[in-house]
T-cell receptor
Framework: KQEVTQIPAALSVPEGENLVLNCSFTDSAIYNLQWFRQDPGKGLTSLLLIQSSQREQTSGRLNASLDKSSGRSTLYIAASQPGDSATYLCAVRRGSNYQLIWGAGTKLIIKP | DGGITQSPKYLFRKEGQNVTLSCEQNLNHDAMYWYRQDPGQGLRLIYYSQIVNDFQKGDIAEGYSVSREKKESFPLTVTSAQKNPTAFYLC????????????FGEGSWLTVV
């Protein structure tokens, strides 16, 4: 059974720092992995999607990597800003039926 | 603009009542989903539908029901059989031609009073 874990559950860093969020999964047979951002009381916004055949994806200050053999993905945020404060969730798609397995998220606070 | 619209944003349910949450999308997506989110937890799948007139139970379907009579609509009914319905409910959609990116609505808060 696929399980997705995100550690730490919360992270607080000063503005300007580069940081890494972690996502681990137990079954390497994944279709793709996505990173999402959720602001309080809001829906989720997709940040990056990595197909199983890819190693990384980049969008602006964000870079996501995927290592299926070790069951890990990381989301790298460069030059963090207070506006980056949100909960970041990762989700693994396990097959062609569109179902996703979710981590519980990392709540990120960027201090001005 | 294309997107997913959930309504109402806030809903209060009395004990023994059924309530229905609306989800409409104009993205022309085939697949639609309902998730439940509780504080400090990941999303849990309630129901999903890959095509009109067909839907499947997710991991926590007990006490919920859905219909998919139109491609753009996927309403969720929280029945009185759901003993702990207070949560944040999220509707989502995707299809093969969107690069598998999943799009979410803004969510609906349901509180039992």
């Amino acid at each position: 059974k696929q399980e997705v874990t995100q550690i730490p559950a919360a992270l607080s860093v000063p503005e300007g720092e580069n940081l890494v969020l972690n996502c681990s999964f137990t079954d390497s047979a994944i279709y793709n992995l996505q990173w999402f951002r959720q602001d309080p009381g809001k829906g989720l916004t997709s940040l990056l999607l990595i197909q199983s055949s890819q190693r990384e994806q980049t969008s602006g200050r964000l870079n996501a990597s995927l290592d299926k053999s070790s069951g890990r993905s990381t989301l790298y945020i460069a030059a963090s800003q207070p506006g980056d404060s949100a909960t970041y969730l990762c989700a693994v798609r396990r097959g062609s039926n569109y179902q996703l397995i979710w981590g519980a998220g990392t709540k990120l606070i960027i201090k001005p | 603009d294309g997107g997913i619209t959930q309504s109402p944003k806030y809903l209060f349910r009395k004990e023994g009542q059924n309530v229905t949450l609306s989800c409409e999308q104009n993205l022309n997506h085939d697949a639609m989903y309902w998730y439940r989110q509780d504080p400090g937890q990941g999303l849990r799948l309630i129901y999903y539908s890959q095509i009109v007139n067909d839907f499947q139970k997710g991991d926590i379907a007990e006490g919920y029901s859905v219909s998919r009579e139109k491609k753009e609509s996927f309403p969720l009914t929280v029945t009185s059989a759901q003993k702990n319905p207070t949560a944040f409910y999220l509707c989502a959609s995707t299809d093969e031609f969107s690069g598998n990116t999943i799009y979410f609505g803004e969510g609906s808060w349901l509180t039992v009073v």
